[in-house]
Structure formats: C-alpha cells, structure tokens
C-alpha cells in the first residue's frame, strides 16, 4: 500500500508540474509564422539565345489600392517593383532601340504617365527604391505606351520571352497595365 501511495504522489507531482510548465509557455501567434511578405523578391530568368538575362523585383499587390497615379505616381521615377530597385542583368551585350548596352547589371527605373512611359536602364543598381536614382547614371531611355489589359494582374510580374534565338522582350504587367521593350542580343 505504501508502494501504490509513493506511485501515486510521483504521477501527481509531475502532472502538476507539467501542468505549470505548459502555463509558463510563451504563446506563439501562429498567424505571424505563415504571414507571407506583402510585397516579396521576386526573380526571373530566361535564356535568349546564350544570353542569360535575369531580373530580381521585389512583387506588391494590388490589394484594392488606386495605382496608377496614385501609389505610383505620374512623372516621378519609380523603381519599378517594392524595396529595393529593380534590376536587369544581361550576361551579353544587346542592342535596345538602336542603342548597344554593354552586358552587365543596370537599375531598372520608370517614369509613369498615362498616355507614355519612360523606361530607364541605369549603371546604378544597388538602392532602397529610387532614393539615389541620378539621371547622369542613366545608360539608355527609351518611351513606349502603356498597354492597357482586361483581366487584373493583381501582383506585380516580370516576364523575359523569346521571340527567337537573337530577339527577346522584357514585359512587365501591374494592375490592368503592361508594359514592354524589346532587345536583341549582339
């Protein structure tokens, strides 16, 4: 009988201690775990003929908001993504609009308007947004219209596509908007 008490108080003992142990826990909020960056890094990449081209963007969402002359603004730099400024790399020379671009990495920059776009490629890269964009960085500037979309492409997306082995396009598709520019490998 002594044996069964002293069990007993053993059991007892470490299920109230197990039970103050599990009170003293640190809560974990779960929902902070699986929250998903809101506007995360996005890459994409793409060989055009031998020409490796990558981009690196950081992706925000529409979420109901008024973007086009409103989060982003008409007729200021924008650096086309979240974050950090968006950048191409091309690991070839290429030709944009007549123009030859060394191969290398360029920021890649915009500045919105409703009726045309001024797309920039820029020596500088490496920047929070367009907080130390100088237009004597500038490498190549070219203007294309806005392409206006019927169905809403609710994050931000970067598309490289081969249009043959020489000849890509570079197209990039908020909202119900896109824009493009093509290049073609030297």
Not at 69 to 75: P, S
């Given at each position: 009988m002594k044996k069964i008490s002293i069990i007993t108080f053993c059991l007892l003992s470490a299920v109230v201690s197990f039970a103050q142990h599990e009170n003293h826990q640190p809560k974990?909020?779960?929902?902070?775990?699986?929250?998903?960056?809101?506007?995360?890094?996005?890459?994409?990449?793409e060989m055009i003929g031998d020409n490796h081209v990558h981009i690196e963007?950081?992706?925000p969402s529409v979420r109901g908001r008024n973007?086009?002359?409103?989060?982003?603004?008409?007729?200021q730099v924008w650096s086309t993504g979240a974050h950090k400024a968006t950048w191409i790399d091309f690991s070839k020379d290429v030709m944009i609009e007549g123009k030859h671009l060394p191969k290398g990495k360029y920021g890649f920059?915009?500045?919105p308007n409703k009726d045309k776009w001024t797309l920039i490629l820029s020596k500088t890269w490496d920047m929070h947004l367009a907080d130390d964009y100088k237009a004597e960085n500038d490498v190549i500037?070219?203007?294309?219209?806005?392409k206006k979309n019927k169905e809403l492409t609710e994050a931000l997306t970067y598309e490289i596509i081969a249009?043959?082995?020489?000849?890509?396009?570079i197209k990039m598709t908020w909202e119900y908007l896109s824009i493009v520019f093509d290049f073609e490998n030297m």
């Open positions: 974990v909020d779960t929902n902070k775990i699986a929250a998903k960056p809101k506007s995360p890094k996005m890459v994409k990449m963007y950081g992706s973007i086009w002359n409103g989060l982003v603004a008409y007729d920059f915009t500045i500037r070219i203007t294309v219209k806005p249009k043959n082995k020489n000849n890509g396009t």
